[in-house]
């Protein structure tokens, strides 16, 4: 069974410019959740997606938005880059909710130069 | 806004010895989750317990969620240098879908 796949691995982007990261549940989970991981503070959550809907954000500024496609895998976009958005972007998914953990991908390393 | 205190933030120790690492909350956690994260990847779940009291053992890992559900430890035993990485807790609250990470353990096991 693959796990979740993220991609790409690796993004080098601009100050200003927007950035796209993709992400493939495990096949059969509905739900897809976005972390970002950031030197220094740990794993902040940014959104839930849920058979197609946004189910909860965390706090995070509009610039961060995301969709979930019919076939279960997400995309999340990041506007207006700045500087301190550099991190690790996980994505998780599950198939019986949070409540008994979350099976992540590898993560998206972005980088704002 | 539900916090998770983890200690000690860095331990350096020798392939063979004990540790206890600790994961502390004021709030009460309906479920506590223990993940490791090796440099590069995502975080692996190891562990989840949900009842107060209760002790989880993973071979050499012993995980426990305190009785009031507030804190939990991970105990390792004769750690080996395998076991380098960091140790993250994650607390459920309520009936919230949302995971909160504590900032995590960095473990480095010398051979």
């Known amino acids: 069974e693959a796990g979740v796949t993220q991609s790409p691995t690796h993004l080098i982007k601009t100050r200003g410019q927007q950035a796209t990261l993709r992400c493939s549940p495990i096949?059969?989970?509905?739900?897809v959740y976005w972390y970002q991981q950031a030197l220094g503070l740990g794993l902040q959550f940014l959104l839930w997606?849920?058979?197609?809907?946004?189910?909860n954000r965390g706090n995070f500024p509009p610039r961060f938005s995301g969709r979930q496609f019919p076939n279960y895998s997400s995309e999340l976009n990041v506007n207006a880059l700045e500087l301190e958005d550099s991190a690790l972007y996980l994505c998780?998914?599950?198939?019986?909710?949070?409540?008994?953990?979350?099976?992540f991908g590898s993560g998206t390393r972005l980088t704002v130069v | 806004t539900q916090l998770l205190e983890q200690s000690p933030q860095f331990l350096s120790i020798q392939e063979g010895e004990n540790l206890t690492v600790y994961c502390n909350s004021s709030?009460?956690?309906?479920?506590l989750q223990w993940y490791r994260q090796e440099p590069g990847e995502g975080p692996v779940l190891l562990v989840t317990?949900?009842?107060?009291?209760e002790v989880k053992k993973l071979k050499r890992l012993t995980f426990q969620f305190g009785d009031a559900r507030k804190d939990s430890s991970l105990h390792i035993t004769a750690a080996q240098p395998g076991d380098t990485g960091l140790y993250l807790c994650?607390?459920?609250?309520?009936?919230?879908?949302?995971?909160?990470f504590g900032k995590g353990t960095k473990l480095t096991v010398n051979p």
């Open positions: 998780a998914s599950s198939l019986v909710g949070v409540y008994y953990g979350y099976t």
């Open positions: 096949s059969g989970h509905t739900s």
């Open positions: 997606y849920d058979e197609g809907e946004e189910r």
């Open positions: 709030s009460v956690f309906s479920s």
């Open positions: 317990v949900v009842t107060g009291g």
């Open positions: 994650a607390g459920v609250s309520g009936g919230s879908e949302k995971l909160v």
